[in-house]
């Protein structure tokens, strides 16, 4: 239901077919400028998981003002703010899936809206200076 109204950017580490609308990236390393492009290039950023502890990606995603769209599984709710920052989904619906999509394509207004509020909860949530600085406060006032 969105051929024709969005373009799928798909990072996998395998080389997969394509067909009209879907460009494929494979083994795209971590830090890579390949990666950093990818993040400057989309819109939305769409991890349909079944499992994943806490999400490295979901964050950097975030940190690129990226809205969210996710799988409700592990620590992944702990990063996606369900209706602020993305959109937080049961494994496997597809339904769910496409209606977030769609909502996030086809308003581009609420798209960058929730993007800002991504980088904001990134900067403030999950900077790793930050957050080494307070868990080394932390342990020293153990001491």
Do not use: W
């Not at 950093?36 to 349909?48: G, H, K, M, N, T």
């Not at 079944?50 to 690129?64: H, I, P, Q, T, Y």
């Amino acid at each position: 239901r969105l051929r024709g109204k969005a373009e799928l950017l798909l990072v996998t580490r395998e080389r997969m077919g394509v067909e009209p609308g879907v460009r494929s990236f494979h083994n795209v390393a971590p830090n890579s400028a390949a990666l950093l492009s990818l993040y400057r290039e989309a819109d939305i950023f769409v991890l349909p998981t079944r499992a994943d502890c806490f999400s490295m990606v979901c964050m950097e995603a975030l940190a690129s003002g990226l809205p969210c769209v996710s799988t409700n599984v592990g620590g992944i709710a702990d990063i996606i703010d369900d209706g602020k920052t993305g959109h937080l989904l049961e494994v496997d619906d597809a339904t769910a899936l496409g209606d977030a999509l769609e909502a996030l394509v086809t308003d581009p207004t609420r798209r960058r809206e929730m993007g800002q509020r991504c980088r904001e909860v990134a900067l403030s949530r999950f900077d790793a200076r930050e957050n080494a600085r307070k868990l080394f406060e932390f342990v020293c006032g153990r001491c």
